[in-house]
C-alpha cells in the first residue's frame, strides 16, 4: 500500500484559495489537520523516550501539578511553557515549532527580539537556565515572566 502524500502547508492554503465549496474541501483534507492533543504529544514523547513525566516537568522548572494537569489535558499550556518544555525534551527549532502548533500557539518569529534568542539558545544547545540569564541580561521577558 502506498503512503498517502501529505501536502505542505502552502499547497493546502493554495488548494483552500482554488477551492469554491468549504465543506468539501474539509471532507477531502480531513487528514490535513493537526488532530493531537498536547497532552497527548507530551504522553507520546515520554514513552518514545523512556522518559517519566516527573522527570520533564521538573527540568522545565515547572510546577508539579500544573506540570501533571498538562499531561491529563486538564490544563492547556502558555506559549512560554511550550517552550520550557521543549528545553526540557532537548527539542531542535523544527521541534519546537512543530510543539507550538501542536498547542496552538505562534510559533517563534525571528523578527521579534526574545524569539530570535530563544530560537539560538535551542539551535545551540543551550540549557533553559541560561537561556533565562541570557534573556535577563538582554533585559527581555524571560520565559513564564512578566513583561519588562
Not at 469554491?20 to 507520546?44: I, V
Not at 541570557?134 to 513583561?147: A, K, Q, S, T, V
Request: aromatic share 8%; hydrophobic share 35%; proline share 3%.
Amino acid at each position: 500500500m502506498e503512503e498517502e502524500k501529505r501536502l505542505t502547508t502552502d499547497e493546502l492554503l493554495k488548494l483552500l484559495f482554488k477551492e469554491r465549496s468549504l465543506e468539501q474541501f474539509l471532507q477531502r483534507n480531513e487528514s490535513a489537520y493537526l488532530n493531537t492533543t498536547f497532552a497527548d504529544y507530551l504522553s507520546g514523547w515520554c514513552r518514545r523516550e523512556h522518559e517519566v513525566p516527573e522527570q520533564l516537568i521538573r527540568r522545565a522548572n515547572l510546577e508539579k501539578s500544573f506540570g501533571h494537569q498538562l499531561f491529563t489535558g486538564k490544563r492547556n499550556p502558555s506559549r512560554d511553557t511550550v517552550i520550557k518544555l521543549a528545553f526540557a525534551m532537548r527539542a531542535d527549532v523544527a521541534q519546537t515549532q512543530e510543539m507550538l502548533k501542536i498547542a496552538r500557539k505562534s510559533v517563534l518569529y525571528p523578527r521579534i527580539k526574545r524569539d530570535t534568542v530563544i530560537i539560538y539558545c535551542l539551535h545551540n544547545h543551550i540549557s533553559l537556565v541560561d537561556t533565562e540569564l541570557i534573556l535577563e541580561d538582554l533585559d527581555l521577558p524571560n520565559l513564564g515572566g512578566r513583561d519588562k
